[in-house]
T-cell receptor, first 109, second 115 residues
Framework: QKEVEQNSGPLSVPEGAIASLNCTYS??????FFWYRQYSGKSPELIMS????GDKEDGRFTAQLNKASQYVSLLIRDSQPSDSATYLC?????????FGAGTRLTVKP | DVKVTQSSRYLVKRTGEKVFLECVQD?????MFWYRQDPGLGLRLIYF???????EKGDIPEGYSVSREKKERFSLILESASTNQTSMYLC??????????????FGPGTRLTVL
């Protein structure tokens, strides 16, 4: 079992729809959770962080964390073609960060 | 804003050459990391450093070494490049505030091709 698992996709949604990206992790001691966006040929950039159970909203993005289920998700509302990218889930315990392989999202105009 | 820079965006080397990849961060971060990223495999940690002159092996250190002589600079060295080291190399840095953890900030990456 991989430490951080994501569906590789591609996930395709129409413009204006909600995109839902999911991630599960194996280490119950994980403390911090992050979502990165990576455009093709570029490096990952941080878009959300979440540390406690529940939802955290930032503009069109909402991160959801359920530590009991070892599950973290990212919702993108009103998806735009510019949101088309690979989204990496990252999980951290102490100073050790583990990344998922990423989900490729395509938003179609 | 955090800025992490890498010495080259694209690099082409021949098998057996010694390769140096340099990374510099300007935010006085304690921690620095080197990853490689390959399709379908995600980010894999090669080496990391929590302080000057300190280094720790990551998940795939074989064939690599690192150097951290100054806090802002972390170098990745391929002693004898091989074709299976063709990859995207990403440097990252993070701070270590007391009682907390901080996320990692990435440089632009170096796409290395070994012929």
């Amino acid at each position: 079992q991989k430490e951080v698992e994501q569906n590789s996709g591609p996930l395709s949604v129409p413009e204006g729809a909600i995109a839902s990206l999911n991630c599960t992790y194996s280490d119950r001691g994980s403390q911090s959770f992050f979502w990165y966006r990576q455009y093709s040929g570029k490096s990952p950039e941080l878009i959300m962080s979440i540390y406690s159970n529940g939802d955290k909203e930032d503009g069109r993005f909402t991160a959801q964390l359920n530590k009991a289920s070892q599950y973290v998700s990212l919702l993108i509302r009103d998806s735009q073609p510019s949101d088309s990218a690979t989204y990496l889930c990252a999980v951290m315990r102490n100073n050790d960060m583990r990344f998922g392989a990423g989900t490729r999202l395509t938003v179609k105009p | 804003d955090v800025k992490v820079t890498q010495s080259s965006r694209y690099l082409v080397k021949r098998t057996g050459e010694k390769v140096f990849l340099e990374c510099v961060q300007d935010m006085d971060h304690e921690n620095m990391f080197w990853y490689r990223q390959d399709p379908g495999l995600g980010l894999r940690l090669i080496y990391f450093s929590y302080d000057v002159k300190m280094k720790e092996k990551g998940d795939i250190p074989e064939g690599y070494s690192v150097s951290r002589e100054k806090k802002e600079r972390f170098s990745l060295i391929l002693e004898s490049a091989s074709t299976n080291q063709t990859s995207m190399y990403l440097c990252a840095s993070s701070s270590r505030p007391a009682g907390a953890v901080d996320t990692q900030y990435f440089g632009p990456g170096t796409r290395l091709t070994v012929l």
